[in-house]
């Protein structure tokens, strides 16, 4: 694992970092790898292998896990914010029976078609933004894979869009001054691509649900945090795979506060996990959209403070 292997590296080389706390974390598609870099981490300790990384726990938001969640949680969030009618989603639940992967029953494929379109009218990394940028999406709704901007010169979006910063990235990243500060050689490396399709990957891990329960059983700290407003990886989803360990209920659901406010709302769980939402329009990369917040969340966690 590439990862392991540059933090091996680095602690071998900065041996006077190794007793200080460590989490691994990510958002999106990168809360799939977290959970299994930490288990990677944490068998290494065991084996008494070095250097010793002093792993404590992780953090994930709106991570990807794996489509019998991911997917399936997306209909009721739907019919829950108001984006399909009561009577689509009967349908769906007469006809899909709770399954939306796949569908085998014409019916079920029918209402999930209908379901499709009225989703590709919402932005669905956060579902209160302006669609604005449909033309350089990638929705392979009904499977774990969600890419944006990720044609190699994609239309320029207006200023109004949430992702024109994406289209900064791209433009900065092949700047020549750019390059140049970051010491990468001219003629080592073609065009930078945020999102790239064509690295060589094998997608060998269907679901990411086993390192939780794993890690989380062995006592290392878990935050798992969900934007509110994701129809990508819906808050329903996480919670139900996290509810679905039945670890008992140390602290039941309450708000959380920021500046006398309600930042969203929490709930911990035996084995030191805990779920926690970001609301006022988090979305699928929460950090983006309420920085403040996931901020303050972060840091009250990391100082074993609650929420």
């Not at 990886?233 to 959380?256: E, G, K, Q």
């Amino acid at each position: 694992m590439h990862v392991l292997t540059f933090l091996n590296k680095w602690f071998t080389d900065h041996p006077h970092y190794q007793s200080n706390p460590f989490f691994v974390g990510g958002s999106s598609y990168a809360g799939k790898m977290s959970p299994i870099i930490a288990q990677h981490i944490s068998q290494e300790i065991e084996l008494g292998k070095q250097p010793r990384i002093n792993l404590k726990g992780y953090v994930v938001g709106n991570p990807v896990t794996g489509s019998d969640y991911d997917d399936n949680f997306r209909v009721p969030y739907a019919h829950g914010v108001g984006i399909i009618s009561d009577q689509l989603y009967e349908a769906a639940i007469r006809n899909c029976k709770g399954s939306y992967i796949r569908p085998t029953d014409k019916m079920c494929a029918r209402v999930l078609n209908t379901f499709q379109n009225l989703v590709s009218e919402i932005d669905l990394p956060q579902i209160l933004g302006v669609n604005c940028i449909r033309g350089m999406l990638t929705h392979k709704f009904l499977s774990e894979e969600y890419t944006q901007l990720s044609d190699p010169s994609p239309e320029q979006p207006t200023l109004d869009c949430f992702a024109y910063r994406y289209y900064l990235c791209n433009i900065w990243a092949n700047d020549d001054s750019t390059r140049e500060a970051l010491g990468v050689k001219r003629g080592t490396t073609g065009e930078f691509i945020r999102c790239k399709k064509s690295i060589p990957y094998a997608s060998e891990v269907p679901s990411s649900i086993k390192y939780h329960f794993n890690l989380t059983s062995r006592g290392y700290r878990a935050l798992v945090f969900s934007g509110d407003h994701d129809l990508v990886i819906p808050f329903l989803s996480t919670h139900a795979w996290v509810r679905s360990f039945n670890f008992s209920v140390v602290d039941d659901w309450r708000a959380w506060h920021l500046d006398g406010q309600a930042a969203g709302f929490t709930i911990t769980y035996a084995n030191y996990i805990t779920f926690a939402t970001i609301k006022q329009g988090g979305g699928h990369v929460s950090i983006e959209h309420r920085p403040k917040e996931c901020l303050a969340m972060a840091r009250r966690w990391l100082d074993n403070e609650p929420l």
